[in-house]
T-cell receptor, first 108, second 114 residues
Framework: DQQVKQNSPSLSVQEGRISILNCDYTNSMFDYFLWYKKYPAEGPTFLIS?????DKNEDGRFTVFLNKSAKHLSLHIVPSQPGDSAVYFC???????FGSGTQLTVLP | DTAVSQTPKYLVTQMGNDKSIKCEQNLGHDTMYWYKQDSKKFLKIMFS???????INETVPNRFSPKSPDKAHLNLHINSLELGDSAVYFCASSRAGGPTGELFFGEGSRLTVL
């Protein structure tokens, strides 16, 4: 039973446009959410996080939105750059449960 | 200077063998973890460990055992390897024992069991 789901295995966007990556969760006890970025042959690296008491957190081109009633969070990247092409994982704490990732490809 | 390093990066072995993957972190973190990324790409936590407590994911077979000689190391031992153990294993560490601490991952160790 996967408590964190990323239903889109892949996403392609044009450079300069917005990328929106989605994540759903089922466990209402999760109180902290994180996004990680992973390049091939590397480990995931932390990108941005959000506490469950907030609905938005922004860091430069990256914004994470949390909708607790829908148990849904999303990561917005704007403008998207080719270097953003990677696999993006969402994760939920305290259980440190990860989704299966979404491969983002930003086309030049 | 690598923060979390794992060795070996690639490991190919036969069923039934016993193998180990080593992990070292030079970040001074208190908590270390092992994750398994299976064929469906999910990252599943196997163990978390600090100098006080080992937390084991109940779904992990007891053929898997973590060994921590000191705070900077958490090695993974696997006995009687099975085909289903083939996966990429990631070691990670975090500053605080609390789960909201950012995880720092190693590059992963790809294990292939033939």
């Amino acid at each position: 039973d996967q408590q964190v789901k990323q239903n889109s295995p892949s996403l392609s966007v044009q450079e300069g446009r917005i990328s929106i990556l989605n994540c759903d969760y089922t466990n209402s006890m999760f109180d902290y959410f994180l996004w990680y970025k992973k390049y091939p042959a590397e480990g995931p690296t932390f990108l941005i996080s959000i506490s469950s008491i907030k609905d938005k957190n922004e860091d430069g081109r990256f914004t994470v939105f949390l909708n607790k009633s829908a148990k849904h969070l999303s990561l917005h990247i704007v403008p998207s750059q080719p270097g953003d092409s990677a696999v993006y994982f969402c994760a939920a704490a305290p259980q440190l449960t990860f989704g299966s990732g979404t491969q983002l490809t930003v086309l030049p | 200077d690598t923060a979390v390093s794992q060795t070996p990066k690639y490991l190919v072995t036969q069923m039934g063998n016993d193998k180990s993957i080593k992990c070292e972190q030079n970040l001074g973190h208190d908590t270390m973890y092992w994750y398994k990324q299976d064929s469906k790409k999910f990252l599943k936590i196997m163990f978390s460990y600090n100098n006080k407590e080992l937390i084991i994911n109940e779904t992990v077979p007891n053929r898997f055992s973590p060994k921590s000689p000191d705070k900077a190391h958490l090695n993974l031992h696997i006995n009687s390897l099975e085909l289903g153990d083939s996966a990429v294993y990631f070691c990670a560490s975090s500053r605080a024992g609390g789960p909201t601490g950012e995880l720092f991952f190693g590059e992963g160790s790809r294990l292939t069991v033939l």
